[in-house]
């Protein structure tokens, strides 16, 4: 690091165990990479944290020399909040250990590490936690925001199983949060984002799932599936917590489809259980009766396999906006705009895949108020995505995504604060109702009052 010979930075990384990064350094442009490439911003610098005394000092560094700060783990937000041009990266990828106890079901996740390291370590045992769908994201920016995935309908939220987190604050201290200790600070972790800190360390609680899994997706032209939708809705109402019923509609493009509905606009139905795949199958009559198929796929895999199913798709080679929706039901008349999406017939180029993710079970039964994460009666998550590579078809690509939004929002309960894009503090708003933007801005007002952290859905301090 010969560029960093002299002055303040060459000070920090004398502190540092892990290397401190600048443009030119072997690294640095890797390092800056995240999972949008759209974001092509640079940090003057890049603290490549190996622990949480390297955490704790990049902190008190960037609010001495006022420095924007910027956390990176695994680089999912679609907005690239972890790339601060011109300020500071804290990239915690380097922190990425997991370590399991079978006999206490407990897991100690750093906070860099990804979820494919946390599923390899526990699933060695049978164990599990609810984690996302793609590997690569990172389980602090999931497990902070709330953490849905295909454990959430049996087991809860990621954040709800959360026993213990290790956090650095805006001060540069090091403070634990649990039920016994900071329980303000652990209410508002569970669900607030990283509004309040680096989270350094989480302890999970696990759980007994097995190694097995099943998907199961029926495909139907958009003009047959109105009816299809009503009933896989019905079906899901009574469905087992074991399932999580999924919806999508998009232009056909999965190898597994037959070649001559490539490009064609299709809706699937169809859900993701895991454990025994025997006893997932016999959801299958009841789905497969909702009508005709065109293509489907029912597939036994391992629950690794599963929550690696989306990693190629999720590459980080793409062009991405998104924008998401939470419904407490789902109309006929809701079911016709998804499968519009923003179109007056569903046709049309640049248009955003959209999806739907059952929640209930679980997820709803604990009580709101137990956790910053809100809206626990929501029925189904609703995501549109595009993704693209060509720079010139940015606007109409994200103008595109934003009508289909539009068109369902007069449907809408609120918004997933992971989902949440370029909103603002109407997103924000979306998240949580008034009394939880309240008691979070409280939180915020002990923990962060001048807003360090605020490269995130951003909860304000009061002044």
């Known amino acids: 690091m010969t560029t960093m010979s002299e002055g303040p930075a060459r000070s920090l990384a004398d502190q540092l165990a892990g290397p401190l990064l600048v443009a030119g350094d072997s690294g640095y442009d890797q390092a800056r990479v995240v999972w949008n490439a759209m974001v ?30 910027g956390v990176r783990c695994g680089g999912h937000s679609v907005l690239g909040l972890a790339v601060p041009d011109g300020g500071l990266m804290i990239d915690l990828t380097p922190m990425g250990g997991v370590t399991v106890d079978p006999q206490r ?84 972790l569970r669900g607030g984002g990283g509004n309040f800190g680096i989270v350094t360390e989480f302890e999970f609680r696990l759980h007994d799932t097995g190694t097995q899994a099943l998907i199961a997706d029926l495909f139907f032209p958009i003009d047959d599936a109105l009816g299809v939708l009503s009933g896989w809705r019905d079906l899901n109402a009574t469905a087992p917590r074991q399932a999580t019923f999924t919806a999508w509609v998009g232009e056909a493009q999965a190898p597994f489809l037959p070649a001559e509905l490539y490009g064609q606009p299709l809706a699937s139905v169809g859900f993701v259980w895991v454990g025994d795949p025997d006893e997932g199958r016999r959801l299958l009559p009841s789905l497969q009766a909702l009508g005709h198929p065109v293509a489907e796929r029912i597939e036994e895999l391992s629950y690794l396999q599963l929550q690696r199913m989306d990693d ?3 590459g980080h080679t793409f062009r991405r906006y998104w924008k998401g929706h939470y419904f407490r039901t789902f109309t006929d008349e809701a079911i016709q705009a998804y499968l519009l999406r923003g179109t007056a017939d569903g046709r049309g180029e640049h248009l955003p895949a959209v999806s739907l993710q059952a929640y209930g079970g679980a997820i ?79 939180l915020k007002d002990v923990y962060d009052p001048d807003n360090v952290f605020h490269l995130n859905q951003n909860i304000a301090p009061s002044s």
């Not at 996740?109 to 996302?132: F, I, M, N, W």
């Open 364 to 442: 709803a039964d604990r009580p709101d108020a137990e956790t910053a994460f809100s809206q626990r009666d929501t029925l189904f998550e609703f995501v549109a995505a595009n993704r693209w590579t060509d720079p010139a078809e940015d606007e109409v690509r994200i103008a595109a995504a934003r009508r289909c939004a539009a068109a369902l929002e007069p449907f809408a309960s609120g918004a997933y604060v992971n989902v949440l894009t370029d909103e603002g503090a109407r997103g924000v708003a979306r998240a949580y109702p008034p009394d939880k933007l309240a008691r979070l801005t409280a």
């Open 312 to 314: 190629s798709v999720e």
């Open 40 to 69: 092509d911003r640079r940090p003057e610098l890049i603290a490549r944290c190996s622990d949480r005394a390297d955490v704790a000092a990049t902190v008190r560094f960037a609010r001495e020399h006022d420095l924007e700060i």
């Open 105 to 188: 079901r407990r897991a100690w996740v750093q906070g860099g590490a990804l979820l494919g390291a946390l599923d390899v370590a526990t699933q060695e045992h049978g164990l599990a936690t609810t984690a996302g769908n793609v590997s690569h994201t990172g389980v602090g920016g999931l497990t902070l925001g709330g953490g849905m995935g295909w454990l959430a309908r049996r087991y809860g939220l990621s954040c709800d199983n959360v026993t213990a987190f290790e956090v650095i604050t805006a001060d540069g201290a090091l403070v634990r949060a649990s039920d016994d200790e900071n329980p303000e600070l652990f209410w508002g």
